[in-house]
Antibody, heavy 115, light 107 residues
Framework: QVQLVESGGGVVQPGGSLRLSCAAS????????MHWVRQAPGKGLEWMAF????????YCADSVKGRFTISRDNSNNTLHLQMESLRREDTATYYC????????WGQGTLVTVSS | DIQMTQSPSTLSASVGDRVTITCRAS??????LAWYQQKPGKAPKVLIY???TLESGVPSRFSGTGSGTEFTLTISRLQPDDFATYYC??????????FGQGTKVEI
């Protein structure tokens, strides 16, 4: 069964960096595009980034363009989100999700940007 | 980007009620729509995908209809465990994912 496990969240100061990871199992990771979605405390869901199955194309939301980078390691079934120049408004739970007809999400990792 | 407009934002209901939530897309998304249930502190849980397909393990009181730009989620007889926030999401291949604003179902 599909399993997605995020890690790497924590508390970081404004202007700092963080790298999130998402370990995938239960499906052929290299065949599927992957997304990052975030949810600020008490707010709705916001799509962040997408990477094609082979890493050939990447897309980011305008709100994080130039600061966040999505990448993947198909040999290790892992998705990453490199976050730079973090702002207080980036505080959120970050979820990875698998594309496809049927959708699968991880349980999320909390990022808190605070001094 | 495709905009998703979900209504109502809050819904007051009682156990046993029939509840309907609607979602409208700014352009046609065929049947590429999912519905989620989310409880405080938990990840969103997929209820329905491809507009009307019930996710495995989801009770049959949940159902989804629609295609193109108009979609509905219906809970036929509300149960105590159903009080939560519900989101629609479009996942058309050629557009970033977008979500409705959410509907909080409360007593």
């Amino acid at each position: 069964q599909v399993q997605l496990v995020e890690s790497g969240g924590g508390v970081v100061q404004p202007g700092g960096s963080l790298r999130l990871s998402c370990a995938a199992s239960g499906f052929n990771f290299s065949n599927f595009g992957m997304h990052w979605v975030r949810q600020a405390p008490g707010k709705g869901l916001e799509w962040m980034a997408f990477i094609r199955f082979d890493g050939s194309n990447k897309y980011c939301a305008d709100s994080v363009k130039g600061r966040f980078t999505i990448s993947r390691d198909n040999s290790n079934n892992t998705l990453h989100l490199q976050m730079e120049s973090l702002r207080r408004e980036d505080t959120a739970t970050y979820y990875c999700a698998k594309e496809g007809v049927q959708l699968n999400w991880g349980q999320g990792t909390l990022v808190t940007v605070s001094s | 980007d495709i905009q998703m407009t979900q209504s109502p934002s809050t819904l007051s209901a009682s156990v046993g009620d029939r509840v309907t939530i609607t979602c409208r897309a700014s352009q046609s998304i065929s049947k590429w729509l999912a519905w989620y249930q989310q409880k405080p502190g938990k990840a969103p849980k997929v209820l329905i995908y491809k507009a009307s397909t019930l996710e495995s393990g989801v009770p049959s009181r949940f159902s989804g209809t629609g295609s193109g730009t108009e979609f509905t989620l219906t809970i036929s007889r509300l149960q105590p465990d159903d009080f939560a926030t519900y989101y629609c999401q479009q996942y058309n291949s050629y557009s970033p994912w977008t979500f409705g604003q959410g509907t909080k179902v409360e007593i």
